[in-house]
């Protein structure tokens, strides 16, 4: 089957507060919200979120998805991405950059959920 009939993926992570949500993805990581649906007033909320490239799934029902989960995005610029986020005293996360046995520079974050971001940049 040819590779090309796949158009993109977009993991989903199980969130359990909107509004935390919001502080983490947009307020602390940048990403902007694109859509929100809610069925009520009371019901789940399902959004989605993006910065640049990378889109995730954010969703409060919780047959979608186990939280804890780990996302790993391939990235450029994890070094300006890292001052850029740990510039803004986020009061619930500081995260480092490692390097990796294989050469490559990874930060990983935890959002309130308990679901990691792993943003890796390969060496040259």
């Not at 990581?29 to 910065?51: C, I, S």
């Not at 989960?69 to 005293?89: A, Q």
Request: proline fraction near 6%.
């Amino acid at each position: 089957m040819p590779g090309e009939i796949f158009q993109q993926t977009i993991p989903i992570l199980r969130i359990f507060s909107v509004e935390k949500a919001k502080e983490f993805y947009v307020d602390f990581l940048g990403f902007k919200v694109d859509w929100k649906h809610q069925f009520e007033g009371v019901a789940p909320v399902y959004m989605q979120v993006t910065r640049g490239n990378l889109t995730l799934h954010l969703s409060e029902h919780y047959g979608d998805c186990c939280p804890g989960s780990t996302v790993y995005v391939s990235t450029t610029g994890v070094v300006d991405f890292h001052r850029e986020i740990t510039s803004k005293n986020y009061g619930y996360l500081r995260p480092g950059i490692e390097k990796a046995p294989w050469g490559s520079t990874c930060m990983e974050v935890i959002d309130p959920f308990g679901n990691r971001l792993r943003f890796d940049e390969k060496s040259k």
